[in-house]
């Protein structure tokens, strides 16, 4: 009898913890997507997208403005807490000129070394200073410091409530103090439609001044029109003649897509401006590109540099230590994920 009833009480207690593990589970929310990665906008439309990182001391704010409006093109301006507290009446221009904001973070530091509740932390309080400044909100748009992310930050960034973390085509490398001349340079001879322009307001980003009227006129001259990045988001995406799209759905991997529209993934990723062809989302859209029985090999560069990682080395570094993209990077050593590179691992440099 004595045993019967240990049975039964056992059994009950059992069914109570089972139950209290169903509700907590039921209740939990569910985790937010990763923040998805952009470099550019999905269309062959004719437009591009001007970006420009403000740090702490914005000096050349007012001559970007008035270049912008002298010539009636809205940019997008990615946002620090320190830009905020140092030259608020700036900010406030940029927003009554109807330019769109992203956030930048608090204080500009790597994201891939701090932890999870400061990345929170740097965002939201981004987000409050730029609300009570100007009553406009930084989401869903977010550019990580040095361009450095990885699916930690991405997903922590994601969970945070902004959805794009927002890299560029086109770098002007403005920040190294390169001429007008080198900067104009750079954004004609790598401009593509939906192409996205990285460049600076600071002091140490002295040619963008005199370099952006001369970008303006020459784009719009080649039938470039300008949109901010919600303008280019919400362009319908165009795929190539001979291209299709294809939905993501849940179990799906960009081999598996490849696969059954035998192209491979790196022209899935290329299709699609991929910077990590391991992170792609149910519901995005994908370029799929027509498949060819053979893919012309590339003509080989007059030169090439190897380079050997080092400890506390990321593409990102890599890339802007020899002056070319993470994308090219990878593209020229077959890289499928940008976050793993290890101590010892030769790189090709083209």
């Keep these: 009898m004595n045993t019967n009833k240990m049975r039964f009480f056992i059994a009950r207690v059992v069914y109570m913890?089972?139950?209290v593990f169903l509700i907590l589970s039921l209740a939990a929310p569910?985790?937010?997507a990763p923040a998805q990665t952009i470099s550019r906008g999905l269309t062959t439309e004719k437009v591009v997208a001007l970006t420009f990182d403000d740090g702490s001391d914005g000096t050349?704010?007012?001559r970007i403005l008035n270049t912008l409006s002298s010539h009636n093109v809205k940019a997008t301006f990615f946002l620090t807490g320190t830009g905020i507290n140092n030259h608020p009446q700036a900010i406030r221009n940029i927003v009554n000129q109807g330019h769109a904001v992203g956030n930048h973070s608090y204080t500009h530091p790597d994201f891939t070394k701090i932890s999870g509740t400061q990345i929170r932390s740097q965002l939201q309080q981004t987000e409050?200073?730029?609300?009570?400044?100007?009553?406009?909100?930084?989401?869903?748009?977010?550019?990580p410091p040095y361009g450095a992310y990885n699916s930690t930050v991405l997903q922590h960034v994601g969970d945070a409530g902004w959805r794009y973390s927002v890299m560029w085509t086109i770098d002007t490398i403005d920040w190294t103090g390169n001429s007008s001349g080198d900067i104009?340079?750079?954004v004609m001879t790598r401009i593509t439609p939906g192409a996205i322009i990285l460049m600076h307001t600071g002091a140490g980003a002295s040619g963008t001044p005199a370099a952006l009227p001369t970008i303006i006129t020459r784009l719009k001259a080649q039938g470039y029109r300008f949109v901010t990045l919600p303008q280019l988001m919400n362009l319908p995406s165009t795929p190539a003649p001979g291209s299709t799209t294809y939905t993501v759905r849940a179990g799906d991997t960009l081999y598996a897509i490849a696969r059954r529209f035998n192209v491979t993934v790196q022209q899935i990723?290329?299709?699609n401006n991929l910077s990590n062809p391991n992170l792609i989302r149910v519901g995005q859209v994908l370029i799929i590109p027509s498949g060819s029985s053979?893919?012309?090999?590339?003509?080989?560069?007059a030169t090439t540099t190897r380079y050997t990682v080092r400890s506390g080395d990321t593409l990102y570094f890599i890339a802007r230590r020899y002056n070319t993209t993470v994308q090219r990077l990878a593209s020229?050593?077959?890289l499928s994920n940008l976050n793993l590179i290890r101590v010892g691992q030769v790189l090709e440099i083209r």
């Design 17 to 19: 913890l089972l139950g």
């Design 30 to 32: 569910a985790a937010a």
């Design 60 to 62: 050349h704010i007012n």
């Design 128 to 143: 409050e200073a730029v609300r009570n400044l100007t009553g406009k909100t930084t989401k869903p748009f977010f550019r």
């Design 184 to 186: 104009v340079n750079r």
């Design 269 to 271: 990723a290329s299709a």
């Design 294 to 301: 053979s893919t012309p090999a590339p003509t080989p560069p």
């Design 332 to 334: 020229v050593n077959n």
